[in-house]
Structure formats: C-alpha cells, structure tokens
C-alpha cells in the first residue's frame, strides 16, 4: 500500500508517518524543501518538493498511491495573526487541499483521504459540548475550518472520505514543547478567566485515529479527534503544575494575552468543549484518557527535563542488528570523539537487567567518570540504560529496535536533565543541547556507515 502524507515533516505527521512505515506502507511525501527533508526525514520515502502557491499538484505523483493523508498548513498558534499570515493560514490549507482533490480527480488508485481540520471549527461557549452534529462558528478560525472542510467535499464518490477535527495535540512537539521551558520556571498559570473549556488529545491517540481512518473502511465523514475529557483551562494548568512539582500562578489575565497575542488569543481564551461522539461510537479506545495519565506519560521525570526522539530506518536489515548492543565495547564506535569516551567495563559477563556499565567521558573538557544500569533488557527488541552517577540528574535511554519486512527501525529515546537545572540550564543548556544533538547527529552517521547497504 503506498500513501501520500502532506504536512509530513511536521510534528504529527512524522508520528504517522513512522506508524506507517512500521506497518509496511510505501510512503510518497510532499514539502515545500526536498532538499531540507532528505537531509532530516527519517523514514523511506518518496519526496516529492510541491510549492502549491505556484504549481499544481502533479496527478503523476499519485501514480499508485491508495490513500492521501493530508496534514500541511502554516502553523495556526505560532505568532500573530497579521493579515500576510492570515492570508498563508488560509491559502496553505485551502488552495493545497483543492489542488490535491483535483489531481485525486484524474488518480484513479486513491481510494481513501483523511485530512485534519480544527475544533476552531466550533463556536465558543462555555456550557455547551460539541459533537460533530454542531453547527460551525463564526470567527477567523472558524470560517478556516469550514472552508478547509468544504475544500475536499467533492472528492470522486469513490474516495472514502475522513475529516479529523484536531484538539490541541499533546506530545514532545507542537505547542507544548514551546511551552515546557516556561511551565519548568513555574510560570505555570491560567490564562484569563480559566473557565474556558480545552479540548486536547494525546499525540498517540491521533496517531492510531489516522492510522484506524486509513485501514478501516468504516470510518467515513468527519471526527472530532479529541479525548473524551476535555479540561478547564485552569484545571489544565493545575496539572501540568503537578506535573512540575511548580506552584499555580494566579491567571494571566485576557486584557494581556489580547494586546500580546492579538486577534490569536482567541486560541488560548475561546471555550470549545469537543466530544469524540462518532469516535466512542466507533469503539475507538483513547490510551490516554485522562489529562493526569498524559502529563505522566509525557513527563515521568518532571520539570527541566529535555526529551530527545530519534529514529533511524536501516534498509534491509533485521533485529538480528540487536547483536551490536550485546557488547557495550561497541558504543565507543558510536560515540564521537569530543566527548572522550571510553567504555571502562561493566559488572556482569554479559549484558542483562541490573548490569552496570562504567565509563569515562570529558564534557567541555572536563572529566567525568559515568556509571549507567541497564533497567531493562529485553533482546532483540529494547533495552533502558539509566544513569546511575556521572555529570547529569537524569540520563535514561531507550533503545528499540522495530522489524518490518523492508528492514529495522532503531530509535532511540533520551530524557535528560542537568543538575541544579534551575541554574544550569540558562547557563549551561544551549550548549548541552546542541552537544546532545552533536552526539545523536554522529550516532546516526556512524550507524549509516556500518549498517547501511
Ligand atoms: N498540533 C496541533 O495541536 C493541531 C491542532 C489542531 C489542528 N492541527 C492541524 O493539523 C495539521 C498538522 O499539525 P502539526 O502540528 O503537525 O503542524 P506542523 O508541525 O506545523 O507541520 C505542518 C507542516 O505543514 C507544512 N507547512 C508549514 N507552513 C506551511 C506553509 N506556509 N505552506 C505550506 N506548507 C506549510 C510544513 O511542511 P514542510 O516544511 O515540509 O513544507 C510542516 O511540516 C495542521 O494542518 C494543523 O493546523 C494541529
């Protein structure tokens, strides 16, 4: 199965699109750089350079493709809505999708699109729920999403058709990556009155929702791809204070976010209580359902931590690639030289749960003796090695390795947080973070070197 994703270098659209590779689909992708996306894009794919103010969408590169996933558009909450951006929100979303369904038209292999829109497609009220059956809202966002929504209404009657009206997504991404370093300081506070409903969803849950969309033909129409519970904004803030351990700030109040944010402010102070009604209708099951049960996810280790998230795809290659990590000496190899590092030794003969590994490093010239404990060991699908003294308050990684008939999928997921972090990390943080992405830039490139065919 081959399927087009728009909007796949974004942040939900490489989730998806790493789902759908995991799940054996042939990806084609378009994007306004090809040359930018060849250099960072992870998985195979098909990269197509689509600048669709200027160019039609070429029905050529539909050539196979049984389904068209599409997710691009300038993004809605990252800076004031001047009437140049409004005009790039607007024409980013509807000038692509109507040149996309035109080339659908002359495609006959697409059977399937699923596209997102907003719950900005509501009006705002601070009693009344919404499912899919409310009629739209009058606002900037709203007429947006209503002509998003239009823009692909008339598919071929062949072309299962699924709209997801998007809540705002909860992941490492999106807006609450902007967020974190804020909510870490403990500027954690509800925004204007607070009472405004929030409708949000887990970054996992949207994933499946697409991936339910694509493979199952009885999803059709439009969805509210939200979690059942919807939060006050003020309870939102609560939670995620918990989650940091930070104290709630009294609210921010509206007369500021307006003159800050302008007409955008509508996003954080409009009150749109979304219900998943077709969703729980369809059986879908949410993983996280709760807000508490995300943040926890999100956040194990609480304030300050940064999340690193990479993945490489090794063409041709199986979990039998797991046998490099059986022995800890081959780390040195993947490690780069400015960090010094050297592999010491480690407690058991062969690496198992509760092994310890010792090493030496140097950060910034300085040196460091480091001792890691592999908390989980699980050949050849995943290991954890936590650190258990050396220069941070939390290194735990996550290696997994994933097998598809094309080849493996190894990722690798870095929680980490410096000491004394409320001080380190304006001092310190730029410098290890870019050292950070230095380290997995390298590792990538090694892993290319040695495994790639
Ligand atoms: N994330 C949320 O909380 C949320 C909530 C509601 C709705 N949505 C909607 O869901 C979709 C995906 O969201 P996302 O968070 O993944 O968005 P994102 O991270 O901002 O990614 C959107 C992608 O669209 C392309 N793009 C950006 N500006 C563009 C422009 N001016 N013209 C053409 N293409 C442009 C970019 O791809 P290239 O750089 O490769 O061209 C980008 O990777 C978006 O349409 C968004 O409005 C998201």
Sequence with gaps: MKVLVTGATGFVGKKICRKLILAGYQLVISTRSK???EKDFPYPAEIIEWDYANQDFDAKHLEGVDSVIHLMGESIASGRWTSDRKERLYKSRIESTNKIVKAIHQSPSVKSFLAASAVGYYPFSDQEGFDESAKPGDSFLANLCVDWE???ENLPSKVRRCVFRLGMVLGHGGAMEKLESLFSYGLTSPLGSGKQWMSWIAIEDLVDIFFKALTEESFHGVYNAVSPHPVRNKEFHKSLAKSFSRPLLPSTPSFILKTVLGEMSQVVLGSQK???K?????????????????????????AFTKVVEKDLFLEGHDLSIFDFFQDEKNLDQLTPDFLNFKVLGKNTPEIQEGTEIYYRLKLNGIPFRWKTLIRRWEPPYLFVDTQESGPYQVWDHTHTFEATDRG???SDKVYWKLPIPFISLPIA???VRSDVKKIFAFRKQKMEELFGR
């Design 35 to 37: 040359k930018r996306t």
């Design 150 to 152: 239009k823009a692909s």
């Design 274 to 276: 979304v219900l998943p």
């Design 278 to 302: 077709r969703l729980l209708e369809q059986g879908f099951s949410f993983r996280r359902r709760t807000l508490e049960e995300c943040f926890q996810h999100l956040y194990p280790h609480g």
């Design 408 to 410: 493996v999928m190894v």
């Design 429 to 431: 943080g730029f410098k």
